[in-house]
């Protein structure tokens, strides 16, 4: 056996070269989605250029290629998980669409009136929302299995909750968030005792454990390519013969058929049932190459590695000041959730971004955990073979630089003025705002060209990023009983709330807040534009350019950018309001 070596098998990542923001990618990430080895990048081009024809239909040499590969990646996953059959591996577009089909067959054939579905408290959305669908439909119940305060499901809690009302349980092999590996063996003995299907959302641990469905004597078991160093847009549903046999298809049309009339349908056999219309074969067959991967000595001596890493990380981790872990004790998965003591979620996430470290912030798809933690969201580090001690060691650093640097600024002026050298931009972005003529409002008001000169100063998103947390100390924040679902903006994933506050008919003035530091200079971005003009001037402010000529639009995440897509919407509904109120008493 060869040594295994780090760099080398980095190299096979052609993505964590990248620079980010003037900084080496560091990348963070993997829970939501892993990046891909050349093998993979190879085999989806190679597809592409050399076998690039419809499986299973055609009477041609391309396609018989194609349809070759497309079922030897079938027969590679089946045995990558211990399946009896590659017909009993299904291909989905996701581990959320497996689910998704289990609770649309399955489900209402298994459940009734007064029955029960158990999940647990720690589970993705994906492992929720469907069984919760169908629970309401049948008028059967949701019931939530308990934790330890170690994150796991507790099992002496638990098996109690287990009785002859129970047709499915449906538990996550390890939480996204928590990444502690679930007793599943004694929770699936009871489930069989009381003949419960049992369904398992393996997304999480199937590229860090070997799962062999067999031996778990697990029903169904679900998970996704792209979290597994696979390709995007395909997943995989394991589930015993006769269970896949018995339940109606799920979605109708090409290759899921035998024979069609106008009078009968005749439907085909498993796993081709539900595989209607032309699959996603390019993922399909790099998902073989991808088991490849996996299965080859580097990547079973990178799990090696990682094992040491998770403690690595977990003794950096825990000697940060003021880092608060969700449950007690380090993770079995490198999946690291936390809070900072008087620190907002998105705001370190947002600091890490501009220093080129990518990591999580929010609620990640688990509110009802969040909910059970009583939290609104942490941070998410979590890591995979490929990530090193030397990138852990930067992540901590910068952390701590993050909270070196806010108890700095706690001494500094709360407005940026406080450079001297600096533009000024108005302080009281409050009711007191004077009214200002079109001719001067917007695009065309001192805060904005100030505001302007800041920006284009500030070179590189890491000063702009200061800047943004410098605007949004400066906000004045809204009384606490007006930070109310009254005055929340909808589609931000942190907490906004934006007020119009009544001056004069010829001028608009708004107040607003944020739980995070980062919006709420977001917001003061926006306040300073738009207070002080007519509901018509508001209405015509191309926001995105303003944004844009700011440097920011290209350095805010997806999230955060539909977060201040919903602010600025709501900004010009209420001047839309008021507009049309005015209009009506006139």
Avoid at 26 to 49: F, G, S, W
Avoid at 223 to 251: I, N, T, W
Avoid at 437 to 446: A, I, Q, R
Wanted: some cysteine.
């Amino acid at each position: 056996m060869t040594q295994f070596s780090l760099p080398e098998f980095r190299a096979q990542f052609p993505i964590l070269q990248q620079v980010i923001n003037g900084c080496p990618l560091i990348y963070c990430d993997n829970a939501a989605t892993t990046q891909k080895p050349l093998p993979v990048i190879q085999a989806v081009a190679n597809q592409l250029e050399q076998s690039n024809a419809n499986v299973h239909r055609g009477a041609h040499h391309l396609s018989a290629k194609a349809t070759t590969c497309y079922e030897n990646s079938r027969d590679k996953v089946a045995a990558y998980i211990n399946a009896p059959a590659s017909e009993q591996i299904i291909w989905t577009k996701g581990t959320t669409e497996s689910i998704n089909l289990l609770a649309s067959t399955i489900g209402p054939q298994r459940v009734f009136k007064g029955d029960e579905i158990l999940l647990s408290v720690a589970e993705h959305h994906a492992n929720i929302v469907p069984w919760q669908q169908l629970a309401k439909q049948c008028n059967a119940k949701l019931v939530i299995l308990p934790l330890d305060d170690k994150g796991r499901i507790d099992v002496a809690k638990s098996l109690p909750l287990v009785t002859d009302k129970c047709k499915f349980m449906c538990i996550n092999h390890a939480s996204n968030v928590i990444g502690k590996v679930n007793p599943i063996e004694p929770l699936f003995a009871k489930a069989r005792q009381v003949n419960a299907i049992t369904v398992l959302d393996a997304a999480q641990t199937v590229a860090h454990l070997n799962i062999d469905v067999q031996a778990i004597d697990v029903d169904f078991l679900a998970f996704s390519a792209h979290k597994m160093f696979g390709p995007a847009g395909l997943g995989v549903l394991y589930g015993r013969r006769d269970l896949l046999e018995s339940m109606p298809a799920y979605q109708y049309g090409g290759e899921m058929i035998k024979k069609v009339t106008f009078e009968h349908t005749q439907l085909n056999a498993i796993p081709h049932k539900f595989e209607a219309g032309t699959p996603n074969l390019t993922a399909v067959i790099a998902m073989g190459t991808c088991i490849d991967f996996l299965m080859a000595q580097p990547y079973q001596q990178a799990l090696v590695h990682e094992k040491k890493l998770i403690s690595y990380a977990y003794t950096k981790l825990s000697a940060i000041p003021g880092l608060q872990w969700l449950v007690a004790e380090c993770p079995d998965l490198p999946i690291f959730s936390f809070t900072l003591k008087s620190q907002h979620h998105q705001d370190l996430a947002s600091y890490l971004d501009s220093k080129g470290i990518a990591v999580r912030s929010g609620h990640h798809c688990a509110m009802p955990l969040m909910q059970h933690l009583q939290l609104e969201g942490s941070v998410r580090v979590s890591l995979a073979p490929y990530n090193s001690a030397q990138e852990v060691d930067i992540l901590v650093r910068f952390i701590n630089e993050y909270l070196v640097s806010d108890m700095a600024e706690q001494g500094e002026s709360e407005s940026p003025q406080s450079d001297s050298n600096a533009a000024p931009i108005a302080e009281d972005v409050n009711a007191d705002a004077p009214s200002r003529s079109d001719e001067n409002s917007g695009e065309n008001s001192p805060d904005w060209l100030a505001l302007k000169q800041r920006f284009a100063q500030a070179t590189g998103w890491d000063a702009k990023h200061r800047e943004i947390m410098l605007l949004g100390k400066a906000l004045p924040r809204m009384p606490k009983t007006e930070r109310s679902d009254e005055y929340l903006v909808a589609g931000c994933e942190s907490n906004a709330w934006l007020k119009m506050v009544d001056t004069n008919m010829t001028s608009l003035t708004y107040t607003a807040d944020s739980d995070a530091r980062v919006i709420r200079g977001l917001l003061h971005i926006i306040l300073l534009i738009t207070n002080g003009c007519s509901a018509k001037h508001i209405d015509n402010l191309d926001f995105g350019s303003m944004f844009d000529e700011l440097g920011l639009i290209q350095h805010l995440s997806p999230s955060r950018g539909n977060g201040l897509l919903a602010i600025v919407k709501r900004v010009k509904e209420l001047a839309k309001n008021r507009d049309k109120n005015e209009n009506s008493q006139q």
